[in-house]
């Protein structure tokens, strides 16, 4: 099974050099032999510009696997929400603030080898993302702008 290495940052992030030099010291921190693409490690982010979008690119850019699981910010709220009404779109489209929380919860609970954590202006979902990937006893290595 290949190694997974879970993204998560900011959509203001703008240092591509850092998210293409952050994967590749974590590709070989990950034991993946560049010569063996096929057994390549993972990269899982969540679809979002800024970090996850550089970081997507530059693993294709680098040989690797991109797994992406996108926020359904139209599904219906879960029990446990807590937001209050759901937020506007626009007249036909409402949606649910907490739909990226839940798709972060969703990315750490499929595990990862490693987290690297893109944080500008102290995003609140990339720093919240980064702390469960800890509690879940997954290795965090951050950057900050």
Same mark, same amino acid.
């Given at each position: 099974?290949?190694?997974?290495?879970?993204?998560?940052?900011?959509?203001? !992030?703008? $240092?591509?050099?850092?998210?293409? /030099? *952050?994967?590749?010291? *974590?590709?070989? $921190? &990950?034991?993946?032999?560049?010569?063996?693409? #096929?057994?390549?490690?993972? &990269?899982?982010?969540? %679809?979002?510009?800024?970090?996850?979008?550089?970081?997507?690119?530059?693993? +294709?850019?680098?040989?690797? =696997?991109?797994?992406?699981?996108?926020?359904? !910010?139209?599904? *219906?709220?879960?029990?446990?929400? @807590? =937001?209050?009404?759901?937020?506007? #779109?626009? +007249?036909? &489209?409402?949606?649910?603030?907490?739909?990226? +929380?839940?798709? /972060?919860?969703?990315?750490?609970? =499929? %595990?990862?080898?490693?987290?690297?954590?893109?944080?500008? /202006?102290?995003? @609140? %979902?990339?720093?919240?993302?980064?702390? #469960?990937?800890?509690?879940? %006893?997954?290795?965090?290595?951050?950057?900050?702008?």
């Amino acid at each position: 099974m290949s190694a997974r290495i879970l993204v998560t940052g900011s959509r203001k !992030w703008d $240092d591509a050099t850092a998210i293409k /030099n *952050a994967l590749l010291a *974590a590709s070989s $921190d &990950v034991g993946w032999d560049t010569f063996d693409p #096929l057994g390549g490690p993972v &990269v899982v982010q969540g %679809g979002a510009f800024g970090a996850d979008l550089t970081a997507a690119i530059e693993a +294709v850019r680098q040989g690797m =696997h991109v797994q992406t699981y996108r926020a359904i !910010w139209t599904a *219906a709220c879960l029990e446990r929400c @807590s =937001h209050g009404p759901r937020r506007r #779109l626009d +007249v036909d &489209v409402d949606y649910c603030p907490a739909a990226g +929380v839940y798709r /972060n919860e969703l990315m750490v609970s =499929h %595990g990862a080898a490693l987290c690297l954590a893109f944080i500008k /202006n102290k995003s @609140s %979902g990339a720093t919240r993302c980064a702390a #469960l990937a800890e509690a879940a %006893g997954i290795p965090v290595r951050y950057w900050k702008a």
